[in-house]
């Protein structure tokens, strides 16, 4: 049950083949099958319950248009203010703190008859990319539960670990000798990854080791995939929303900056922030949109043009689609599985009709040195108002306000939160803000302009890697700290932060080792209807099992049988 | 504030009336006689003051404005600054500071910026300030005030200054913090914060503080005029920060000193005149001013540095990510297509632009032929110059008389009662009957004050009554007055013989030591002129 998708769930729910209630406790109790994933920081059970409860009498009375999402459990990332609710932003400083409000995502949500049934965990105040760093502990990726389940240390054997690839389909491997050797497109660049990819450490290193979620929405994307939610809301400033969606096998969608309001999401970089959507499906994120986009009195940045909800047609064509192959996302250190999936991408979409070709964006190398100065700035600015006096954490220490200051501040954030702190001020001061702060905008603007050139040389949309491997090893993502991480791991998402535009990754094969590798499309502003149009055609014609872990509700069924396919 | 309350007071140096305080020229006569050296040294003051906008609701947020609520009772969660709170603006405020912006002359910005001001203090719940640094609401623009120029031994002379405008920007306030010594406790209360100010910059245009309390005091006016500001200085809702320097003349300006936060026309002009005095002291002793910030101790007159001077502060700008850039537009440039409810347009608010004070003051001067200082006085208070036009209209009153009673008489009741012309009981007609009597030397000119004081206080009698129950009319009989003078002559042959001395040195007609007596047999109520008529007859052919 936990394995549906929204569309299916809601049919069924209206029909009165399922209730909400009895949906509701079947994802509670998958999520407390797996509290040692840490996927939620706070579990909501009561509230759950309630709102389970009202979805029902509602649905029971028969008028369920109001309400588009009725019954749907939905999960928050711990950075989303919750009324009541603990809101903790996986961070000392908000370790007790309950808002007096809600964020328009989650009033909208709710509004519309979803069930909130946890506050997903994450990297501490979304600076990550491993949603390791965490006062709730570090997320665990469900797919580390496949390997497991089947007693195999190493997860190098695809054919033991998991039995649930399917041969390739024909029309990819047909075209693949086809098109490859037409556009030669990855040759050149495949020399230059680096040895040390994820994908090279094949094995745990011992029992207690595991898969990373990425991040910093790790628990979010872990919540859709293992069925403790079908929803959940993440942020992506970077890629946040992406990138752990990709390693957890999940539809991670970024929407337009200004569609989705920020009222409510405790920022990191408020001009790059959006809220993301992470569903089984990509036709599951546009139900979604529907419900939550549009302008909000309380975020003067959301447009105020209305919005036209986006309609996906099973039978829509790729006919006169242009989508572009940015030359320079061939990132060092990219795995060949990543390049492999990307590939079979692109040849499928032309083999389904569509044009491509490749595209440059030329600045897009310096777009993380970039993003690393104006997220400083803005993290140092946005982080000023933790200072213990109204809300949060206060030290015990009482001398003199400066020393309340620096204990509280020193108790309540994580070396890394200081160290972006401490970064940005530098780059702020009167000396220096020509030289870091006003240069990092110059540059991102010309990063934003490579896109709109390209879009306007006709190109549709892009289509990318999101991640540079399958998901990584706590031990190898460990190896080095979190801000070499992060920049690693954002490069491919990262510069459509800097412009605004709209992506979205869909799950695109199985690694060889089992584990899911998403690839990205990046669409044109406000033109979401197009992007998930494509994105819905991809993920129709692609070939990838979603996880599935009912077999946790069974135990003595054998996980390799064939499961429930949701699609 | 309080001094203004008190009521008109003779100043005893320049024996001109004033509305507000005596001390200044004081102040300022000390300043001229105590340094002899003095005048080698030019002062120049520039000014910023912070114009609580009088809104409804703050800048940013929907939380109320009210002075003097209970403690923490206007704050909305984005005021405490709750994370994932955002700034939403408040038009109305962007309209007042518009307002104010073409009342003072100002090039209003097409396109204005939101800036982020960075520094740690207990009741700046952000961490950061929301201001318009870089690009604010409008710029240019400047002030014409009056300035009374008083010199010792001549009567003060108004005059029309200017004082230029570098930028007007809209901001946030901030809380309030409230320091308990003995509990060794710092309480915050946030009411105050994030309430729209409007804060203007000054060139450096003025000279010292009688002048600067003559600009604030006009732009008071002006703010109170359009009602973008209550101006009230008392509550906090008009506070200045003024900066000084001194030097001599033909040299570049001395190093500033910033004086903040003073609270009421009278610690402008203390602060300033200390201030200017004390940078004269120290560079004359052969020291040098400091460039630091100092606060205005109103208990000792003094200006002293503020605690963490030593501190280099760097605001940190950066821009507010949170808000859009603000347009403003006019009829061309607005948009097609565009919501008017959530534009800006400026001939839109030009419709709200009032007569000014300034305007005001030369209509009324060219119209009734009345001098700068009448003018100047009948504007400053809200309502009396529309008191005077309704009592001269058509002649219905001498208009002489009318200035007179309400310049000294009637603005002396408003501060007694701290009324304003709106809450004075005074029926107009009363006021009339009284500009008669005075017009017609009928009454007693000492008693008219004494009487508007009754009027106000027992609205329903009638100006006759009280003149008749009191016997305040004056005697006019002429066979009594010219009895009196004679009897005075007769029976005191001192005051013959004072007469005849001041008038041996051929001055011409002298008649004061015999007015004083003859108004005393009179009980102080002989007509004026005629007295000085039939004394000058009686005299002439005596002498």
């Known amino acids: ?567 | 504030m309080a001094a203004v309350r008190k009521g008109p007071v003779v100043c005893k140096f320049c024996e001109r009336l004033h509305r507000s305080y005596p001390q200044a020229h004081l102040l300022q006569r000390r300043l001229i006689s105590d340094t002899a050296s003095s005048s080698e040294w030019k002062s120049v003051v520039g000014l910023e003051i912070h114009a609580q906008i009088a809104t409804s609701s703050k800048l940013f947020s929907g939380a109320a404005t009210k002075f003097g609520e209970p403690i923490n009772s206007q704050v909305s969660p984005f005021d405490a600054a709750l994370p994932g709170t955002l700034p939403v603006l408040n038009k109305e405020c962007v309209k007042a500071g518009i307002l104010t912006a073409l009342a003072l002359g100002c090039t209003v910005n097409r396109m204005s910026k939101f800036d982020r001001k960075h520094y740690f203090y207990a009741d700046l719940p952000a961490g950061y300030q929301i201001t318009q640094q870089r690009q604010p609401l409008a710029h240019s623009g400047h002030v014409d005030y009056v300035h009374y120029r008083s010199m010792k031994g001549q009567t003060d002379t108004a005059e029309t200054r200017s004082c230029r405008l570098i930028q007007l920007q809209l901001e946030q306030d901030s809380g309030k913090s409230l320091h308990d010594a003995e509990d060794q406790q710092s309480l915050i209360d946030l009411n105050r914060a994030g309430v729209g100010l409007m804060e203007l910059v000054t060139q450096p245009d003025l000279t010292d503080g009688e002048d600067a309390a003559s600009f604030v005091k006009e732009l008071q006016l002006i703010l109170r005029t359009i009602g973008t500001c209550d101006g009230k200085m008392q509550e906090g809702s008009l506070r200045v920060d003024a900066n000084i320097s001194v030097h001599k003349p033909g040299e570049p300006f001395g190093v500033r000193t910033e004086v903040k936060n003073i609270n009421s026309f009278r610690n402008v002009s203390k602060a300033i005149d200390f201030e200017i005095q004390r940078q004269v002291k120290i560079l004359e002793s052969g020291g040098s001013v400091e460039n630091e910030t100092r606060s205005f101790d109103a208990e000792t007159n003094e200006t002293v540095p503020m605690r963490d001077k030593e501190k280099l502060l760097d605001y940190r700008f950066m821009p507010e990510p949170n808000l859009p850039p603000l347009y403003v537009y006019n009829n061309e440039s607005v948009p097609p297509g565009a919501d008017t409810d959530r534009i800006v347009v400026l001939e839109k608010v030009r419709e709200g632009l009032r007569e000014l004070p300034g305007e005001k003051r030369q209509r009324i001067q060219e119209q009734y032929s009345i001098p700068l200082r009448s003018a100047s006085l009948l504007v400053s208070e809200e309502g009396l110059l529309e008191v005077f036009e309704e009592l001269v209209k058509d002649g219905a009153h001498d208009m002489k008389s009318v200035l007179r009673v309400l310049l000294h008489d009637y603005l002396g009741v408003l501060r007694k009662h701290d009324y304003t012309v709106a809450q004075c009981p005074i029926k107009m007609d009363a006021i009339g009957d009284v500009c008669d009597l005075v017009a017609a030397q009928e009454i007693i000119p000492a008693s008219v004050y004494k009487m508007m004081c009754e009027l106000a206080e027992k609205p329903e009698l009638s100006v006759k009554e009280i003149v008749d129950r009191d016997n305040l009319r004056l005697i006019q009989d002429r066979k009594l007055i010219e009895q009196v003078i004679f009897e005075v002559l007769e029976s005191e042959p001192k005051v013959l013989k004072k007469l005849r001395k001041a008038n041996s040195k051929g001055n011409g007609l002298v008649l004061k030591p015999l007015l004083g007596p003859v108004q005393q047999r009179l009980d102080q109520r002989g007509n004026h002129v005629i007295i000085t008529e039939i004394a000058q007859e009686i005299l002439k052919k005596m002498l």
């Open chain 1, 1 to 567: 049950m936990t394995s549906l998708t929204v569309k299916e769930a809601l049919s069924r729910l209206r029909d009165g083949r399922l209730n909400p209630q009895e949906l509701c406790k079947q994802c509670l109790r998958r999520a407390r099958k797996l509290t040692h994933l840490n996927i939620f920081i706070t579990q909501t059970e009561e509230a759950a319950h309630k709102h389970a409860e009202a979805s029902a009498y509602r649905l029971s009375k028969g008028n369920n248009t109001a309400h588009p999402l009725e019954g749907i459990p939905v999960a928050f990332k711990d950075n989303f203010c919750t009324r009541g609710i603990r809101t903790t932003c996986a961070s000392h400083m908000l370790s007790n703190y309950r808002p007096p409000y809600s964020a328009t995502m989650v009033q909208r949500m709710q509004n519309s008859g979803a069930v909130l049934v946890g506050k997903a965990n994450m990297d501490e105040f979304a600076m990550g990319s491993g949603s390791i760093d965490s006062i709730a502990g570090p997320v665990k990726n469900p797919w580390t539960l496949l390997f497991q389940n089947t007693r195999q240390r190493s997860i190098a054997n695809r054919q033991s670990a998991c039995c649930r690839q399917n041969a390739p389909k024909d029309a990819a491997s047909t075209s693949e000798e086809l098109v490859v050797g037409r556009r030669g497109m990855h040759t050149a660049a495949t020399e230059d990854i680096q040895l040390e990819s994820a994908s090279h450490r094949l094995a745990f290193v011992d029992d207690s080791d595991w898969l990373v979620t990425g991040g910093s929405s790790g628990g979010s994307a872990a919540a859709v995939a293992s069925g403790a939610a079908l929803v959940a809301f993440g942020s992506d400033t970077g890629g946040s929303t992406r990138n752990p969606a990709s390693y957890c096998g999940v539809v991670g969608f970024k929407p337009t900056y200004g569609l989705l309001s920020r009222h409510g999401l405790i920022p990191l970089v408020n001009s790059m922030d959006v809220p993301g959507i992470l569903t089984k499906t990509v036709e599951d994120s546009a139900i979604v949109l529907n419900t939550v986009a549009g302008h909000d009195v309380y975020d003067s940045t959301t447009v105020t043009d209305p919005f036209h909800p986006v309609q996906l047609d099973d039978k829509f064509s790729l006919d006169g689609i242009h989508i572009g192959i940015p030359k320079e996302y061939h990132a060092p250190g990219t795995s060949p599985d990543v390049l492999e999936a990307w590939r079979r991408a692109a040849d499928l979409l032309e083999a389904g009709g569509a044009k491509v070709t490749e595209v440059s964006l030329p600045h897009t190398q310096h777009s993380i040195t970039c993003y690393h100065v104006l997220c400083c700035c803005e993290v140092a600015s946005n982080m000023a108002r933790y200072d213990g006096i109204e809300f949060g954490h206060r030290a015990k220490v009482g001398e003199s306000t400066e020393e309340l200051y620096a204990a509280t501040r020193h108790e309540g954030f994580n070396e890394v939160v200081r160290g972006r702190i401490l970064a940005g001020n530098f780059f702020l001061l009167r000396k220096n803000y020509e030289r870091f702060f006003l240069k990092a905008q110059q540059v991102r603007r010309l990063i934003s302009d490579d896109f709109r050139h390209v879009f306007a040389s006709g190109v549709d949309m892009l289509l990318t890697p999101t991640t540079l491997s399958d998901a990584p090893t706590h031990s190898w993502f460990t190896e080095h700290d979190n801000r070499t991480r992060s920049e690693q791991q954002d490069v491919f998402t990262q510069p459509v932060n800097m412009a605004g535009i709209p992506a979205i990754t869909v799950p695109a094969a199985l690694s060889p080792r089992g584990l899911p590798i998403g690839l990205q499309f990046i669409g044109q502003n406000f033109d979401e209807q197009k992007l998930l149009s494509v994105a819905h055609w991809f993920e129709l014609n692609r070939d990838f099992l979603p996880l599935s872990l009912d077999f946790l509700d069974n135990p003595r069924r054998p996980q390799c049988e064939p499961l429930d396919q949701p699609l």
